[in-house]
């Protein structure tokens, strides 16, 4: 069985996490620039003497597709390089994937990847 990872990172950290799954043998990921929010609900800034609610914040994601048993690690090599210990440090998600097949040489299961 395969796993897709889906990690909402802050973007400053993108290239720690980056580095540090290279170092564990994980090179292949698909990156997306996002937006979004969670409980924090935003941001409220002061500029100039004006309030500024910023709703939706950019953040980062970072897609994996992994074997199973590549999972833990690739998941604690992104907790390690994402972690700031404040509000917004993101969320992994983990879920299954049925198939994976390569387009170029329709080599599916395991060897695509």
Partial sequence: MFKRIVAIIRPEKLDIVKDMLAEIGC?????????????????????????????????????????ADNVDKIVETIKDGAYTGHIGDGKIFISDVEKVIRIRTGESGEDAI
């Fill in 27 to 67: 090179n292949g990921l698909t990156v997306y620039d996002v937006k979004g929010r969670g409980d924090q609900l935003g941001l409220t800034e002061k500029y100039r003497g004006n309030t500024f609610h910023i709703d939706l914040i950019n953040k980062t994601q970072i897609e994996i597709v992994t074997t």
